[in-house]
């Protein structure tokens, strides 16, 4: 497929200075961009085929261990109560 885009002066010279600044040309960079883009929106039509836990791993990778310690150690027991701010069940 052959696509002819029609960019304002500004954004002719945005793309050609960031083809630049990377070493490829202008019309490398807009196939490698429109490329990822696409890939993206394909991507994010499928479900993630890991296991919970290992989300939640990543997830909880980046939580320094200062701020984990600041969770309530009864949290999984009284989550409405920190939640929803119900009254706890074994005060």
Known sequence: MTLTLNLPPDKEATLKARALAQGVSAEQYARRVLEEDLQTLESAGKPDS?????????????????????????GSREHDHYLYGHPKRNP
């Open 50 to 74: 890991r296991h919970i836990s290992e989300i939640i791993a990543e997830i909880m990778a980046g939580v320094p261990p200062e701020e984990f310690a600041k969770l309530p150690k009864d």
